[in-house]
């Protein structure tokens, strides 16, 4: 397998101090997965717009490596559980210990082979972080990292970690950002086509017109224009309609009742007594 | 050893299982090893948990880091390499077949914290491994004169080759390759050698890209452990001269035989030492203090009338040639600090190597008997010259 190369590695600021921080609140060494993006350095040429363009052009132009993200399982340093769903790919592992050298160790390089090679989805190139540093109990920390591309005849080369932030001069940049992903479709009912929402005629005309049967029984007479008319100017000579409405929603609401209390009477008295 | 170990930990002690291993791999190991560092990666630090181990290879020391993992104990240790060894992966070899050693992943696959004996059979693993990388890289490098070299050598048991390689020099190739096939331990009678004493030759050859007309003859030298010393001196063995077109293979028989000769050499004089010793007593009385096994220091009491002294003596390895030298120490006079006034170390008394040892011891005592007054007078000037 050819290797691309990889010209740097860039880390976000914020997640290389909270890689740190869950270093340095282990109990003891750690390691974990490497998650983020690979793009090639220079823009390769749009020449070939409709064919597909092999994944790496025969120059294998070097690549440009973005950490997004870190996975890390701290129950057990020695196993590296199965990948985490991430929505980033696999980039490599890193490997934390303290006060040791920067150098890949036995068990290291046994881990970025079996992960290179051995692995289904492999990360191609591997990228490996080793982390390192004085904790214990001193006013100053120090901090050591460095990154490898591990390759396939199963070297480390050594590779520049570079830190990304933001900087005050980034603001202006948000306003020639445009998102290129669209707004997410929401599952609305059916009128959503219509911007607006609809008025209670247009209902009533319209589809609504098997709903507003069922509603005008219960209604009984008394008409959905009708009760727009209370929130008008004169409400007061519609009130008397109002109660008698309801007073005859009441009584037919103690009429079922009523049937209810008669036919539990009837099934108390089929129910046979022991 | 495990004493070291324990002034080592200024950090906090090993942890016991840790401790156990590494005590049994210092105790029971043929080979010299040493514990440089030993420290913890905890955060709350209540034992140590790693260490770097000196492991002897090729008549130098290579400096493996174990590290161990308090907080994982049943976890197996990983070992990081010297900076010049980053591409020694002991573990591919294994995989890749390439080795029928493969007791090194097995006993690490199936790690067991509480067996002592396992770091030590995972550092002898490591370091036959570690042989066989170096042999290969070596093998590898393009010099006709070194492939022979090595195709001629290979076979000879115990024989390490290594490649150094620093920037800002030539590459050299060393090769340790043990002489005698002898037990050396057995030579001298009652000696209490800890470890098996070997005697090497180191020959150190730069490597030639191109096959040049004349090959530079190699820097050779002889090693011997450490306290062979006492039976003889490595740097007073002369070697045979390197001619110009040799091999290896036919320098190292030469070697041998003169070396043998020395050594037979430095067993007479051993012994020529004990009968030397065992004939003062005849005439001194019994010896205060003698060195029973090498023979090498002796300490005699004196008198002469009513002044007693102490006479030193020290034996070279070189003994009936080189004669003994002689210090007196009276036990009467005392210096302004308390410390009993010497003589100047004397090593002008009669002798010829030729005589026996009663002879020797005969003329030694007369001469004794001479020099006694003046080591009197020699120690009333100097109680004198302090007022």
């Known amino acids: 397998m050819d290797d691309p190369p990889i010209e740097k590695i860039s880390i976000p600021g914020p997640l290389l101090s909270s890689l740190l921080q869950l270093f340095a609140s282990s109990p003891a060494d750690t390691s974990g997965y490497i998650f983020g993006h690979l793009l090639p350095l220079s823009p390769s040429p749009p020449l070939h717009d409709d064919s597909d363009p092999p994944p790496f052009p025969p120059s294998s132009p070097p690549l440009f490596a973005t950490i997004t993200s870190l996975f890390s399982s701290p129950n057990n340093p020695n196993f590296l559980s199965p990948l985490a769903s991430s929505t980033a790919p696999l980039l490599g592992w890193f490997s934390a210990r303290r006060q040791t050298p920067l150098r890949p160790s036995m068990r290291e390089f046994s881990i970025s082979k079996t992960l290179f090679t051995q692995t289904p989805n492999a990360p191609s190139p591997c990228i490996f972080l080793i982390l390192s540093g004085s904790f214990s109990h001193q006013p100053i920390h120090t901090h050591e990292y460095r990154a490898f591309q591990f390759k396939s005849d199963g070297t480390f080369e050594p590779k520049p970690l570079q830190i990304v932030n933001i900087g005050p001069d980034f603001r202006p940049h948000y306003n020639v950002f445009s998102p290129i992903s669209p707004i997410p479709s929401l599952a609305l009912n059916e009128c959503e086509e219509d911007k607006r929402p609809k008025s209670l005629s247009e209902m009533k005309g319209e589809k609504g017109a098997i709903e507003q049967k069922a509603m005008d029984a219960c209604a009984e007479g008394f008409s959905i224009t009708r009760l727009g008319r209370l929130m008008g100017s004169e409400p ?26 008669e036919s539990s009477a009837k099934l108390l008295e089929q129910v046979p007594r022991f | 050893m495990s004493m070291e170990v324990a002034s080592n930990t200024a950090p906090p002690q090993l942890a016991p299982l840790i401790a156990a291993q590494l005590n ?59 900076p010049e060894d980053e591409n020694f992966h002991p573990l591919s070899y294994v995989t890749e077949g390439q080795s029928d050693n493969n007791t090194t992943i097995s006993s690490l696959l199936d790690w067991n914290i509480k067996d002592p004996s396992r770091l030590l059979s995972l550092v002898h693993g490591l370091r036959d491994l570690y042989v066989a990388y170096q042999r290969k890289r070596v093998g590898e490098i393009d010099d006709a004169r070194l492939k022979f070299e090595l195709s001629t050598l290979i076979s000879r048991e115990g024989i390490e080759v290594c490649l150094i390689s620093e920037s800002d020099k030539p590459e050299e190739v060393k090769f340790a390759v043990p002489l005698l096939d002898m037990d050396l331990n ?6 209490t050698w800890k470890h098996q004493q070997k005697i090497y030759v180191q020959v150190v050859f730069l490597v030639s890209k191109k096959y040049s007309s004349v090959p530079s003859a190699p820097h050779i030298k002889l090693v011997a452990s450490s306290e062979l010393k006492s039976l003889f001196s490595i740097e007073d063995i002369k070697l045979p001269v390197w001619l110009d077109g040799m091999c290896m293979a036919e320098y190292l028989p030469m070697l041998e035989e003169n070396l043998k000769l020395q050594i037979m050499e430095a067993v007479a004089s051993l012994n020529a030492r004990r009968r030397f010793i065992e004939a003062l007593a005849l005439l001194f009385g019994r010896p205060l203090e003698a060195d029973p096994i090498f023979c090498r220091r002796v300490t005699m009491l004196a008198s002469s009338g009513v002044f007693t002294f102490l006479v030193h003596f020290y034996l070279s390895t070189q003994f009936p040639k080189q004669q003994p030298v002689l210090i ?15 003589s100047p170390p ?38 004198l010259s302090q007022h």
């Open chain 1, 236 to 261: 007061a000579r519609y009130t008397a309609e109002l109660e008698e409405l309801y007073g005859k929603m009441l009584k037919r609401l103690e009429s079922l009742a009523q049937q209810v209390v």
């Open chain 2, 328 to 342: 007196l120490q009276s036990s009467q006079h005392f210096d302004s600090m308390g410390i009993p006034i010497k």
């Open chain 2, 24 to 82: 049994y791999l210092l105790i029971h190991s043929p080979l010299t090893l040493k514990v440089d560092q030993v420290w913890s990666g905890c955060k709350q630090p209540i034992f140590s948990d790693r260490f770097t181990l000196l492991v002897p290879y090729c008549l130098d020391y290579t400096r493996w880091d174990i590290i161990y993992n308090a907080v994982y104990p049943l976890a197996p240790p990983d070992v990081i390499f010297a």
């Open chain 2, 346 to 383: 004397i090593s002008d008394c009669p002798w010829s190597p030729r005589w026996d040892a009663s002879q020797m011891v005969e003329r030694i005592f007369e001469f004794m008997v001479e020099e006694s007054a003046n080591f009197k007078k020699y120690c009333s000037e100097s109680i």
């Open chain 2, 186 to 191: 057995k030579l001298v009678h009652g000696c």
